[in-house]
Nanobody, 115 residues
């Protein structure tokens, strides 16, 4: 079973930057796609970005040009570089992968952006 641990969140002012990390452990052989999601208070979880095994990336319109997703397969890790942060980016951020069990989520990492 794949286990996911997110880290790197924090409290930043608008315009600041954070780099989130997610490390997968366990049965990581089947990992192909890795993704970042976020969930703001009172809202549903939404897809932020994903990256495939071929390093193709895709981003939600709300973060295009500001966020960059990357991965390190040797470390079973996925990263999210977040620049020019806005208050509306405030959320708990989660990673996930097609290699994880359906319905599984890690603990997430809190990102709070103040104005």
């Amino acid at each position: 079973q794949v286990r996911l641990v997110e880290s790197g969140g924090g409290f930043v002012q608008a315009g600041g930057s954070l780099r989130l990390s997610c490390v997968a452990s366990g049965s990581t052989f089947s990992i192909n796609l890795m993704a970042w999601y976020r969930q703001a208070p009172g809202k549903q979880r939404e897809l932020v970005a994903y990256i495939t095994s071929a390093d193709r990336t895709n981003y939600a319109d709300s973060v295009k040009g500001r966020f960059t997703i990357s991965r390190d397969n040797a470390k079973n890790a996925v990263y999210l570089q977040m620049n020019s942060l806005k208050p509306e980016d405030t959320a708990v951020y989660y990673c996930n992968t097609d290699g994880a069990r359906r319905g599984y989520w890690g603990q997430g990492t809190q990102v709070t952006v103040s104005s």
